[in-house]
């Protein structure tokens, strides 16, 4: 297994698989959703504590969560209720939304940064090579920037409802469910709409490779003889 596909594996296993299967595994054994909910979060805030700590990988996003996380787990104390520990799996997503937002004031947006982090050397260059030579290319790339940030505000909304009215023991498989949900929406449209806009204005991506559409000959083929 290549070393991207070991790493998505592992960030399946860490955030969704692992507290999954520690959450319903404690609540079969007959521990309080509360006890079980606090284990299930152990994974997650030890991944970023471990990127933080070992592999020094410092984040506007992670210390957000982590903040948030610690400010979740306190209150939780306080109410006792496990409600709220439920919460905590909306920071994620809130944090996420917000930056790629924020990152529409800056110079390139979150979606451009986000495909030069999962790609190497060579398409990181076509990659820019596409943002330089193509406006149409740079304007798509804010708009799906846009529709991310405003879907991912929009699913940590969801969580939240979900935490405060669903059936507890519910609620962190809907969690999952509401990801994947979320995901496969933001990626058919983006690339339906994508595609139709690039076509629009005269262009075809290829994998990164982003090139102009061959113009067909105008006039009737006797004309064109």
């Known amino acids: 297994m290549s070393g991207p596909h070991r790493g ?24 309080s959703q509360w006890i079980a ?18 592999e020094r990988r410092v984040s506007g996003i992670t210390m957000f969560v982590l903040g948030a ?31 790629a937002l924020i990152t529409l004031c800056g110079r390139r947006p979150f979606l451009y940064e986000a495909m030069r982090v999962i790609s190497d050397r060579d398409k990181q260059q076509q990659w820019a090579a596409n943002w330089t030579d193509h406006p149409a290319f740079r304007h798509l790339l804010r708009i799906m920037t846009a529709v991310w940030g405003a879907a991912l505000l929009t699913d940590a909304a969801l969580r939240v409802v979900m935490a405060a009215t669903l059936p507890i023991d519910a609620v962190p498989l809907l969690d999952d469910v509401l990801l994947i949900v979320t995901l496969a929406a933001l990626l058919a449209f983006q690339r339906l709409y994508g595609r139709g806009y690039l076509r629009r204005h005269g262009l075809r991506l ?14 009737t083929p006797e004309e064109r003889r």
């Open 8 to 31: 998505l594996v592992t960030v399946a296993a860490l955030e969704f698989a692992g507290p999954l299967v520690i959450f319903y595994g404690l609540r079969a054994a007959g521990v």
């Open 37 to 54: 909910l606090l284990a299930a979060g152990t994974l997650s805030a030890a991944r970023a504590v471990h990127g933080l700590v070992v």
């Open 69 to 99: 996380m610690v400010i979740t787990i306190a209150m939780s104390f306080v109410s006792g209720s496990p409600r709220v520990l439920l919460i905590r799996n909306a920071w994620g997503t809130c944090a996420l939304g917000l930056w």
């Open 206 to 219: 290829r994998g990164v490779e982003l090139s102009r559409i061959p113009e067909e000959p105008s006039g």
